[in-house]
């Protein structure tokens, strides 16, 4: 199952009532669906309640979505026409600089906003990342080098299997003890 | 209680055939959370969540909004007034209902005329300047009022004029 087969399945239980299935989609993409924004609203502040803004439309126009794209690119077109029109509230002129839906995925938003105006927050990312980084350097090879084939360059398990010249079964396990060793110091540093 | 964190992780990964993990997960809040520590160290590892407040989780404020925009519109409609253009519908009822109550009316007093109109009065003595109305009888004009019908007559008049007023009445209940 790839992703898009994954968020339609989602998509079907929520316009079959099962309203928690959004929640799955909210927490997925919400920080894609933030560094979106990031390219668009200058205070990092008003990012929740914009990011919110969008997923509110999502699920209202949840109906009117009929599969035709992947869930992401729509996803994508929201959250850009809500940053444009949060703009436009805030009687600013969009970024003349558009990012199209294709380039979404691969989109860097380094260029744009940061969060600058909240030192508290950058020390909190920082920690995050370093807890993280920390952690990865820390794995056994094996482990290490599933991890980051997944994750950094979003190979399958079949190729990664093949890579590694190892079961699929076996990397599955290696992904996940990965992530579990992560979020065994991840976990306090989040609820803190 | 089964283990779904390493199902979890292929869930995240979109590697999975079993549809039972994501029953759990969405019945499961502890697993939604640790669906969204698993989403984000990809997401950091990635560096697509630079800059961001990592403390921040929407989630909850959302489905709290959608859950509260749902209520309101359940609500709204009861309170909603009725469409301004929908009151000519209304109006041309009513005022349809008078007509046809009116020209009820109207036939029950004209077919009264008819039926107490003078035998006797015979076509071929038609004066050349007939001064009698157009479908009935005129009674003649006189400070005397005298009865022209009988109690029966009235009696079967009125009978006849409240079935076909129960008849009218009748049909504006069974109109659509």
């Not at chain 2, 309170?79 to 007509?99: C, H, I, L, S, W």
């Not at chain 2, 019908?149 to 079967?156: A, P, R």
Request: aromatic share 6%; with cysteine; proline share 4%.
């Amino acid at each position: 199952m790839n992703e898009r087969e994954l968020d339609l399945q989602l998509i079907q239980r929520i316009q079959n009532g099962e309203q928690q299935a959004f929640a799955l989609l909210v927490r997925k993409y919400q920080t894609r669906v933030a560094n979106i924004l990031t390219r668009y609203v200058r205070s990092s502040g008003d990012i929740p309640d914009v990011s919110q803004e969008v997923f509110i439309k999502v699920y209202k126009s949840l109906p009117n979505f009929r599969g035709d794209s992947a869930f992401y690119t729509w996803l994508f077109r929201i959250t850009v026409n809500t940053a444009k029109n949060y703009l436009t509230s805030q009687s600013r002129r969009p970024p003349a600089s558009d990012i199209d839906a294709e380039e979404a995925d691969s989109y860097d938003g380094s260029g744009a906003l940061k969060d600058e105006d909240n030192p508290e927050s950058i020390l909190h990312s920082q920690e995050v990342k370093q807890v993280i980084l920390k952690v990865i350097g820390s794995l056994p090879d094996e482990l290490k080098s599933a991890i980051t084939l997944r994750e950094l360059e979003g190979m399958s398990y079949d190729e990664i299997a093949q890579i590694e010249n190892c079961p699929i079964g076996t990397v599955r396990s290696r992904i996940f003890r990965a992530r579990e060793a992560i979020d065994k110091q991840l976990k306090p540093l989040l609820e803190n | 209680m089964k283990e779904y964190s390493q199902d979890l992780s292929s869930l995240i990964d979109n590697e999975f055939d079993d549809q039972e993990i994501i029953d759990a997960v969405l019945e499961d809040v502890e697993l939604q959370q640790q669906f969204s520590r698993y989403q984000l160290i990809g997401d950091v590892l990635r560096e697509e969540s630079d800059g961001l407040d990592l403390r921040v989780d929407v989630t909850d404020s959302v489905m709290a909004a959608i859950a509260g925009e749902m209520q309101d519109d359940n609500v709204v409609p009861l309170a909603t007034p009725e469409k301004q253009d929908t009151n000519v519908v209304p109006f041309m009822k009513r005022f349809g209902q008078y007509a046809i109550a009116a020209s009820v009316a109207g036939v029950v007093v004209v077919s009264s005329l008819i039926v107490n109109q003078d035998d006797a009065t015979d076509a071929s003595s038609t004066p050349v300047l007939n001064t009698v109305p157009f479908g009935g009888a005129a009674a003649p004009v006189s400070l005397q009022a005298t009865p022209a019908q009988t109690e029966n007559d009235i009696k079967e008049r009125n009978e006849r004029l409240e079935a076909l007023m129960k008849d009218h009445q009748l049909q504006l209940q069974t109109k659509p």
